[in-house]
C-alpha cells in the first residue's frame, strides 16, 4: 500500500493491479473505471488520431459517454494547467498517456509520468500542470459525467513549484 496516496479505500487499488476486473461495457466500479482508463489508454487508435495541440488554451475533446460517465482526451503544452480546482460531485480517474504532467494538492506535489494514474474523489481538489518542455496527453474518466468544476484559490495549495503559467475557465479546466 502507498502511504502517502491522497484516497485511501481500503488500500490503494492502483497498487494491487491483480485485483483489478477487466473493463466491462458499462462500468460502476473504482477498479471497472480504472480498468475502462487503462483499455483506452492501451488502444491508441481510439484517441490518436483525435489529438490537437492549441499553444493558447488546453484542447480537449469527449471521447466518450455512457450510462453515467464520460471519458475526455486532453492535450497539454508546456506551461499549461487547470488551476486549483474540485470536480464537484463527480468522481475521476486521471490517466497520462504521453509525456508528463505534474499534480498538486495540497498535500504536496506528484510527477505523473506516461502509464501513471490517480483515482480521485468527488470534491477533491487538485491543478495538473505541464511543467516540462514537451506536450503532454491525458485521459480522464468522470463519474458521474462532469456537470462543474469549482475553481478554489491557488493560496490553498503548498507548492513548492508556484503557481501555473496558464489559468484556464472552468469548460477548459477538465
Same mark, same amino acid.
Given at each position: 500500500?502507498?502511504?502517502? =496516496?491522497?484516497?485511501?479505500?481500503?488500500?490503494?487499488?492502483?497498487?494491487?493491479?491483480?485485483?483489478? /476486473?477487466?473493463?466491462?461495457?458499462?462500468?460502476? !466500479?473504482?477498479?471497472?473505471?480504472?480498468?475502462?482508463?487503462?483499455?483506452?489508454?492501451?488502444?491508441?487508435?481510439?484517441?490518436?488520431?483525435?489529438?490537437?495541440?492549441?499553444?493558447?488554451?488546453?484542447?480537449?475533446?469527449?471521447?466518450?459517454?455512457?450510462?453515467?460517465?464520460?471519458?475526455?482526451?486532453?492535450?497539454?503544452?508546456?506551461? /499549461?494547467?487547470?488551476?486549483?480546482?474540485?470536480?464537484?460531485?463527480?468522481?475521476?480517474?486521471?490517466?497520462?498517456?504521453?509525456?508528463?504532467?505534474?499534480?498538486?494538492?495540497?498535500?504536496? !506535489?506528484?510527477?505523473?509520468?506516461?502509464?501513471? /494514474?490517480?483515482?480521485?474523489?468527488?470534491?477533491?481538489?487538485?491543478?495538473?500542470?505541464?511543467? =516540462?518542455?514537451?506536450?503532454?496527453?491525458?485521459?480522464?474518466?468522470?463519474?458521474?459525467?462532469?456537470?462543474?468544476?469549482?475553481?478554489?484559490? /491557488?493560496?490553498?495549495?503548498?507548492?513548492?513549484?508556484?503557481?501555473?503559467?496558464?489559468?484556464?475557465?472552468?469548460?477548459?479546466?477538465?
Amino acid at each position: 500500500m502507498n502511504s502517502d =496516496s491522497d484516497l485511501q479505500i481500503a488500500g490503494d487499488i492502483l497498487e494491487v493491479p491483480h485485483l483489478l /476486473q477487466p473493463p466491462r461495457e458499462h462500468p460502476s !466500479t473504482v477498479a471497472e473505471f480504472v480498468g475502462l482508463a487503462r483499455s483506452i489508454a492501451a488502444d491508441r487508435s481510439q484517441w490518436e488520431h483525435l489529438v490537437r495541440y492549441d499553444a493558447a488554451s488546453r484542447w480537449y475533446h469527449r471521447l466518450r459517454t455512457g450510462p453515467g460517465y464520460e471519458v475526455w482526451l486532453l492535450s497539454w503544452v508546456p506551461g /499549461q494547467g487547470s488551476g486549483l480546482h474540485d470536480h464537484g460531485p463527480s468522481s475521476g480517474v486521471l490517466t497520462v498517456l504521453e509525456g508528463a504532467l505534474t499534480e498538486r494538492t495540497e498535500r504536496g !506535489t506528484r510527477a505523473l509520468t506516461a502509464g501513471s /494514474q490517480r483515482v480521485f474523489a468527488p470534491g477533491y481538489a487538485h491543478e495538473v500542470v505541464n511543467d =516540462s518542455l514537451e506536450p503532454a496527453m491525458s485521459l480522464h474518466v468522470y463519474h458521474p459525467g462532469l456537470t462543474e468544476m469549482p475553481m478554489h484559490p /491557488q493560496s490553498h495549495l503548498r507548492s513548492a513549484g508556484g503557481t501555473p503559467n496558464a489559468r484556464c475557465s472552468m469548460a477548459e479546466a477538465l
